[in-house]
């Protein structure tokens, strides 16, 4: 497990990340949420030892991440800012990771580039930004560690590549149960593949909650009313939101979800029917109440 605990860091009189704490369960995908310059990328490169914090500390399993080699090997980082040896290949980039990093697969990097449509001998400065992207998320894959930190690993990559490296992230999490770390500017991007959600404000996290316990206690209701009634008689629901078209009543509600299907038949509606929350759709939910616009944060 990765426990960050009162994390700080400032650079002269700027304050990239104030007293951030988190703990990241092994086997999981922690995704990091917030705006360009939120601090994201500063709060991964303490976690992966190459920033001291100026307060708090990182640690593995209880061991201390900062210039600590044996720690190091169980994780691999991947930048936003793409860095690749003057004039490597793919293949050279293989033999300088397979030498820091002792599981390294060969054989797994050598298919991987295959399927990817990547040649092992071309020279990586000729590739596209997304191509890079894409050796990037091959090289951590088939490093075999235990973590692996990705800094807007999906920018830039197609919807096709997209879903490819979430399909790689899903099968080595089943399989060696791999902890991905993602941070990113995007929430839909990590929808469909997070466990567990903070989002990063101006260096400070706003809500930090596992999704399905969000989900738990956040439901969505459509209903139409019987005749006479309208949407402010439902008083015994916890309402966040309400919408209406037509005679159709769309309506965001706290609470369990047998408490509020019990609720809603209480009013005997025409029509009823529950309907799954998008994940911006909870972040709206949840942020709203401790008083902040996610779509100006994130979107």
Same mark, same amino acid.
């Given at each position: 497990?990765? &426990?960050?605990?009162?994390?700080?860091?400032?650079?002269?009189?700027?304050?990239?990340?104030?007293h951030?704490?988190?703990?990241?369960?092994?086997?999981?995908? =922690? @995704?990091?949420?917030? #705006?360009?310059g939120a601090g994201?990328?500063? =709060?991964?490169r303490? +976690?992966? @030892?190459?920033?001291?914090?100026?307060?708090?500390?990182?640690?593995?399993?209880?061991?201390?991440?900062?210039e600590?080699e044996?720690?190091?090997?169980?994780?691999?980082?991947?930048?936003d800012?793409?860095?690749?040896?003057?004039?490597?290949?793919?293949?050279?980039?293989?033999? =300088?990771y397979?030498?820091?990093?002792?599981?390294?697969? %060969?054989?797994?990097?050598?298919?991987?580039?295959?399927?990817?449509? /990547?040649?092992?001998?071309r020279?990586?400065? #000729?590739f596209?930004?997304?191509?890079?992207?894409?050796?990037?998320?091959?090289?951590?894959?088939?490093?075999?560690?235990d973590?692996?930190?990705?800094?807007?690993?999906?920018?830039?990559?197609?919807?096709?590549?997209?879903?490819?490296?979430?399909? /790689? =992230?899903?099968?080595?999490?089943?399989?060696?149960?791999?902890?991905?770390?993602?941070?990113? !500017?995007? +929430?839909?991007?990590?929808?469909?593949?997070?466990? !567990?959600? @903070?989002? +990063?404000?101006?260096?400070?996290?706003?809500?930090?909650?596992?999704?399905?316990?969000? %989900?738990?206690?956040?439901?969505?209701?459509?209903?139409?009313?019987?005749?006479g009634?309208?949407?402010?008689?439902? #008083?015994?629901?916890?309402?966040?939101?309400?919408? &209406?078209?037509?005679?159709?009543?769309?309506? #965001?509600?706290?609470?369990? &979800?047998?408490?509020?299907?019990?609720?809603?038949?209480?009013?005997?509606?025409?029509?009823?029917?529950?309907?799954?929350?998008? +994940?911006?759709?909870?972040?709206i939910?949840?942020t709203?109440?401790?008083?902040?616009?996610? &779509?100006? /944060?994130?979107?």
């Amino acid at each position: 497990m990765i &426990k960050a605990e009162n994390l700080t860091k400032k650079f002269d009189t700027i304050v990239a990340v104030d007293h951030v704490s988190a703990e990241i369960r092994d086997g999981s995908v =922690f @995704g990091l949420i917030g #705006t360009n310059g939120a601090g994201k990328s500063t =709060f991964l490169r303490m +976690l992966s @030892g190459i920033l001291k914090p100026d307060e708090g500390n990182v640690t593995i399993d209880g061991k201390p991440v900062f210039e600590n080699e044996a720690v190091k090997e169980r994780f691999f980082y991947i930048s936003d800012d793409q860095y690749y040896f003057n004039n490597a290949t793919p293949a050279d980039m293989m033999s =300088f990771y397979a030498k820091v990093y002792p599981a390294f697969d %060969k054989a797994r990097f050598q298919s991987l580039m295959e399927k990817f449509g /990547l040649d092992t001998r071309r020279k990586i400065q #000729t590739f596209s930004k997304g191509m890079k992207k894409q050796l990037s998320v091959i090289c951590g894959i088939c490093a075999n560690t235990d973590y692996l930190f990705c800094d807007e690993t999906f920018d830039g990559l197609d919807p096709v590549m997209r879903q490819a490296v979430k399909s /790689l =992230f899903a099968n080595d999490m089943a399989e060696r149960n791999l902890t991905p770390i993602i941070a990113s !500017h995007n +929430l839909r991007e990590l929808e469909d593949i997070c466990d !567990h959600v @903070g989002l +990063l404000h101006r260096g400070g996290i706003l809500l930090s909650r596992d999704l399905d316990d969000m %989900k738990l206690n956040i439901h969505k209701v459509q209903c139409v009313l019987k005749e006479g009634m309208e949407e402010s008689d439902l #008083t015994a629901l916890n309402r966040i939101k309400t919408e &209406k078209r037509g005679k159709l009543y769309t309506i #965001t509600v706290r609470g369990s &979800k047998e408490e509020i299907e019990g609720l809603v038949e209480s009013y005997q509606p025409i029509f009823y029917e529950m309907i799954p929350l998008s +994940l911006e759709e909870i972040f709206i939910s949840e942020t709203e109440v401790a008083g902040y616009d996610i &779509k100006k /944060l994130i979107f």
